[in-house]
């Protein structure tokens, strides 16, 4: 029973870092979304006089807002690989749990989704959620079929 708990714990932070990878990445999609918007403004908004001071002061702040763009975009990059490598350690641990065949592809799920983060930002982790959840479900299904230990009763004396 307690080796079902702890494998309920690993495939339960399994599920809350893919949670997280799934925020990090549609944040990180908006923030890249929102430099391009910037770097594109600043660059179709180059003036042909370059003389203009209202277009050179127009194009400077632009400029700031990418780069402020660009470094908030550095932070949730950070972020992500913090999730990143704190998903793959619990990956791997929910994954390495001695389950019955029924977990075997829950596990394979969880690896799937996985490997597929480094192609598509946002599916692999749905995946690896998918199969975080289903890993999470089938072990609290077992928990409930196997009985737990007895507990010492504590006889206590009445005087």
Known sequence: MENLQRQYKRA??????????????VLTLIVLSLLQLFVYKSVANQPKNT????????????????ITVFILNLAFFGGAFAVF??????TAL????????????????????????????????????????????????LMKKTPSEPQEEVITTEK
Do not use: C
Not at 51 to 62: D, G, V
């Open 85 to 90: 490598i704190t998903n793959l350690v619990f």
């Open 94 to 141: 929910a994954a390495s749990s001695k389950l019955d065949e029924k977990a075997r592809t829950f596990k394979v799920l969880l690896w799937v989704g996985f490997g597929l983060t480094f192609v598509m930002y946002i599916i692999g982790p749905v995946i690896a959620l998918i199969g975080a959840v289903q890993l999470k479900l089938h072990i609290k299904e």
């Open 51 to 66: 003389e203009s001071t209202e277009a050179n002061e127009q194009n400077t702040k632009i400029l700031v807002a990418s």
């Open 12 to 25: 339960r932070g399994a599920m809350i870092t893919n949670i997280l990878a799934i925020i990090f990445g």
